[in-house]
Nanobody, 121 residues
Framework: QVQLMESGGGLVQAGGSLRLTCVVS????????MGWFRQAPGKERTFVGSISRSGGTYYPYSLKGRFTISRDNAKNTVYLQMDSLKFEDTAIYYC???????????????WGQGTQVTVSS
C-alpha cells in the first residue's frame, strides 16, 4: 500500500522560507509523478506544482520563481522549497502521487494527510 507523509510545515514570517518534505513508502517513488497542492481556509484545494519521473517541473504562473519542487528517488522523497513566503501562502499543503504531470487533482491517486503552513504578516 502506497503511503505519503508530509513534514516540515510550521509558522514562518512573511518573506521567509520553508522546505516541505514528502516521504513515500510502500512503492518506489521513481514510478510516480509527484504533485503538491494546497488548501487555504475556506477555499478549494489548488495546484502548487508537480515533478515528472525524469525531474521536469511544472508550476502555475502565480507561483513560478518562488516555489521549487525536487525529488530524490533514492530516498523516496520529494521536496517543496518555498521562498519569499506571503501571508496568502497560508494553507494546508498536500503531496500526491500519480501518473500524469498535471494540475488536475483527479490525476493523482495517492495523497498524504497534509502539513500546515502558516505565514504571519
Amino acid at each position: 500500500q502506497v503511503q505519503l507523509m508530509e513534514s516540515g510545515g510550521g509558522l514562518v514570517q512573511a518573506g521567509g522560507s520553508l522546505r516541505l518534505t514528502c516521504v513515500v513508502s510502500g512503492h518506489s517513488l521513481s514510478d510516480y509523478v509527484m504533485g503538491w497542492f494546497r488548501q487555504a481556509p475556506g477555499k478549494e484545494r489548488t495546484f502548487v506544482g508537480s515533478i515528472s519521473r525524469s525531474g521536469g517541473t511544472y508550476y502555475p504562473y502565480s507561483l513560478k520563481g518562488r516555489f521549487t519542487i525536487s525529488r530524490d528517488n533514492a530516498k523516496n522523497t520529494v521536496y517543496l522549497q518555498m521562498d519569499s513566503l506571503k501571508f496568502e501562502d497560508t494553507a494546508i499543503y498536500y503531496c500526491s502521487a500519480g501518473g500524469s504531470n498535471s494540475p488536475i487533482e483527479t490525476d493523482y491517486h495517492y495523497w498524504g494527510q497534509g502539513t500546515q503552513v502558516t505565514v504571519s504578516s
